[in-house]
């Protein structure tokens, strides 16, 4: 591993290395993306930007600034859709997860920063070591962490990067600010962990983890500063608050479930090494939750080690304390979805919208593991930790890929539903969130701000509305239900054509047609049976959300889309939705 090293630690090849990875998920990025809202993002975004703009006094618009979305005040996400609509005059929904994704960016290039400061200024060592020119090298790693395909659910949904990775970047700017043992330094931290608090409920975890590297340092003024800010920026956090959490149901889970949270919270930090999402959730468990295990004896080591330096002398190290805070901090989100998230549902560890906790960690951890290597064990162990990383980034933009096609054909179809039928992009029929989506949508489209995507899919798609009552007598389809409480709430229709692929441009869609609607569902191949993730069931499935259409008995038939044609296939098969009946838990 010597030569391999000493190959990596060359600076044109080092940087290339970084750099590559970087590049490879912008081009997935911009090869994927698409300007599609939905759901939560209709309330986050366009209902915000006219609450702002139709306010009448300076009061209204903090107002409409500082309004929860859900359980979150999201103020650096309004900031930035403001931004973008002073600046273009309208919404794009690619551009702002444009804005939220180049977050990675900012957290890559602290933890550039903080590598050059502890090797440049004289004192500001790395556990005794002096890193000398190995900076670069120590960062190697990080990018085939930070840019990946696995956390696909927050990369492409504007919300999710300005409110989940957008806090991440403040907060680790904040730790970069407050880790600087100056005064002027604490000042500006201090605004910024305000604002971050602000900008989504997790940024309340900076707090305490400020206080444990004030607590390094021994700056007792500023420690008691810090957490009084921190106090009253909490009370004004949840001032007034409209919503209720449920966190005392979180609290009874752990009692009643001690191992099994402390199991999800495993699973969760090592949800970086789950591999291949197509499996399922049962099969999917075993890796993230030794790598977690992994993961956390080595950083409680760690913080052990650095807490019991701190009794006997003031830690001067800007690496550490800044280190220290960073991973305490990402360590508390986790634990956040694990006290108050797996009483929804378990599988939630794996749920890839969280994955970018798991995946900052690491790579804030491959950074500290650099650092505490000797020169010499560099040599030795530093070339398989980027092998190691390199292969896990390569494989799961193999695995993860393919999700996130299906995942933008999904939206594509639920936005041919919600234009041709006022219904598709969140909420179910009748229902309040269904009609104020169609309302915001309409507001925008009246005030040229947006307008979804036409045509949804192809051209093509056109055809749909006068479907010829033909047969395709090769095309055979699965129909069942699934029940919960004794009543349908999915019909799930199922395919087992054998030479069944999805590609960008390539995929079939279910068609359901009665005499006033037409409905399309995007065919996902089928979930792996097993343990082997290469042993994929041919054909495709349809789970239907029966509350999603109108009643009516629908004609199924098939949309074929391929790049260079798409053809309609009906077949003799029917389906009947009920008339009445919703969900409850979306009739707001």
């Known amino acids: 591993m010597t030569k391999l090293y000493r190959l990596l630690a060359t600076r044109p090849f080092t940087i290339a290395l970084i750099v590559l990875p970087i590049s490879a998920f912008w081009i997935y990025f911009f090869a994927l993306r698409y300007n599609i809202p939905f759901l939560d993002e209709f309330e ?9 703009l139709g306010a009448n006094t300076f009061g209204e618009a903090m107002s409409a600034l500082l309004r929860p979305n859900n359980e979150h005040r999201v103020v650096y996400g309004r900031l930035v859709v403001l931004g973008q609509y002073f600046l273009t005059g309208g919404l794009n929904f690619g551009g702002l997860m444009l804005w939220g994704n180049a977050s990675l960016i900012v957290i890559f290039y602290v933890l550039y920063r903080v590598l050059r400061r502890a090797e440049v200024q004289p004192g500001a060592t790395v556990s ?52 600087t043992d100056q005064p002027n330094y604490l000042a500006g931290a201090l605004a910024l962990g305000v604002f971050a608090t602000f ?49 005392a149901e ?57 807490l019991l330096t701190a009794i006997t002398r003031k830690n001067t190290s800007f690496f550490q304390v800044f280190m220290f805070g960073c991973l305490l901090f990402m360590l508390a989100c986790i634990a956040l979805v694990a006290v108050f998230r797996l009483r929804i549902y378990y599988s939630i560890v794996l749920h890839t919208s969280y994955r970018t906790n798991a995946m900052i960690l690491w790579a804030t951890a491959s950074v500290l593991l650099f650092s505490q290597l000797s020169e010499k ?35 594509q179809g639920l936005t041919y539903n919600q234009t041709h039928n006022n219904i598709g992009l969140g909420g179910s029929r009748h229902t309040n969130l269904a009609k104020f989506i169609s309302e915001q949508l309409s507001m925008m489209h009246e005030r040229d701000w947006y307008d979804v995507p036409k045509p949804a899919i192809t051209a093509d798609e056109e055809k749909l509305k006068a479907i010829p009552a033909t047969t395709a007598a090769n095309v055979s389809l699965r129909v ?12 799930v229709v199922e395919s087992d054509q054998p030479d069944y692929t999805v590609g960008l441009n390539k995929g079939t869609y279910l068609v359901l047609k009665s005499d006033k609607h037409t409905y399309l569902m995007f065919g996902e191949k089928k979930q792996i049976q097993g343990r082997n993730p290469f042993r994929v069931p041919p054909g495709f499935s349809v789970p239907l959300p029966i509350y999603l259409m109108e009643g009516g008995r629908y004609q199924l038939g098939l949309f074929n889309t391929s790049p260079d044609h798409s053809d309609i296939q009906m077949t003799k098969q029917y389906v009947d939705v009920p008339a009445t009946g919703a969900w409850p838990t979306q009739n707001f």
């Open 377 to 411: 064990n560099r040599e030795r162990y530093w070339p398989m930790a980027w092998l190691l990383f390199l292969g896990l980034n390569v494989v799961t933009y193999f695995t993860y890929v393919p999700k996130v096609i299906e995942r933008k054909k999904h939206l």
């Open 199 to 247: 900008s989504m409920g997790n940024g309340m975890l900076l707090w305490p983890a400020g206080a444990g590297m004030l607590l390094l340092q021994r700056r007792w003024v500023g420690m008691g500063i810090w957490m009084l800010v921190g106090a009253l920026s909490i009370y004004l956090y949840f001032l007034g608050y409209p919503v209720q959490q449920g966190n």
């Open 480 to 491: 069942d239900s699934v029940l919960v409480d004794n009543k349908p709430v999915f019909i």
């Open 250 to 306: 979180g609290f009874a889970y752990i009692v009643e479930h001690p191992l099994k949270t402390i199991a999800g919270f495993l699973i969760f930090a090592g949800s970086v090494f789950d591999l291949f999402p197509g499996l399922s959730f049962e099969n999917r468990v075993y890796l993230p939750f030794i790598a977690g295990l992994i993961l956390m004896i080595g950083l409680v080591y760690w913080f052990i080690q650095t």
């Open 44 to 52: 986050s975004i366009p209902y915000f930007l006219g609450r702002f």
């Open 128 to 179: 005794g070591r002096r890193l000398g020119g190995r900076a670069l090298v120590g960062l190697m790693v990080a990018p085939l962490l930070l840019f990946m395909a696995q956390n696909y659910l927050l990369t492409f949904m504007a919300m999710n990067t300005l409110q989940y990775l957008s806090l991440i970047m403040l907060v680790f700017i904040t730790f970069f600010v407050l880790a």
